[in-house]
Structure formats: C-alpha cells, structure tokens
C-alpha cells in the first residue's frame, strides 16, 4: 500500500475486465484558503496587463 501513495481513500476504475485502484488524490486541496490569503495579502494582481494597448487583430490572421 505504501509503494503505491495508497492510504485511506481508493479510486475504484472497471477497465476491460480489470479492477484497477489508484490513490484518491485532491491536487486542488487548500488552493480555495491560499487564494483568500493571497488577495488578503494584495498578491492576486495580475504581473502583466491582459489587453495589448498596441495590438493589431489583422496581424493574426
């Protein structure tokens, strides 16, 4: 169990006659609070504007 990261929490796949478990991961776990922190924290501002003052949509065609 150790080998595989499995702890208390499976994810039970049926694939072509097998029964595969995999670790039930979160990657997204605790992303909601660090973003609240962030914004408390003034650290949620963009680096760069997202509109290119100078940009020319023909040049993309």
Known sequence: ME????????ELILEKGYIILKPKSEPRLGWEKAFKKMHENG???PFMNDVIEDENPEEWI
Do not use: C, L
């Open 3 to 10: 080998k595989y990261n499995i702890t208390d929490k499976v």
């Open 43 to 45: 650290d949620d501002e």
